[in-house]
Nanobody
Framework: QVQLVESGGGLVQPGESLRLTCIPSGSIGTSDMGWYRQAPGKQREFVASISSDLRTNYAESVKGRFTISRVNARSTMYLQMNSLKPEDTAVYYC????????????WGQGTQVTVSS
């Protein structure tokens, strides 16, 4: 079984930074991992992903502001979020992506990020 535990969310003002952490356990293997978010009344959306060989991909809305990282394929994953905007407010989820479909197959419980003055 795979377990993913996120932490690091909170309330910040516009322009400030936060770092989210996702600690995996169980059979992560060499799967790609990703961050997703869901704002109130909206569908869950892709934020960033990182492959087992550390290649990264970002949603256009966060490029240049967010950085996804992990030390190696089985280690803790991070999302450094800089220059936060009110529209970044959402519940952020860590996910493992299936090696067969590329879609998330395991999710964490989520951590709330609120950007407000």
């Amino acid at each position: 079984q795979v377990q993913l535990v996120e932490s690091g969310g909170g309330l910040v003002q516009p322009g400030e930074s936060l770092r989210l952490t996702c600690i995996p356990s169980g059979s992560i293997g060499t799967s790609d991992m990703g961050w997703y978010r869901q704002a109130p009344g909206k569908q869950r959306e892709f934020v960033a992903s990182i492959s087992s060989d550390l290649r990264t991909n970002y949603a256009e809305s966060v490029k240049g502001r967010f950085t996804i990282s992990r030390v190696n394929a089985r280690s803790t994953m991070y999302l450094q979020m800089n220059s936060l905007k009110p529209e970044d407010t959402a519940v952020y989820y860590c996910a493992r992506r299936s090696i067969y479909t590329g879609r998330p197959d395991y999710w964490g419980q989520g951590t709330q990020v609120t950007v407000s003055s």
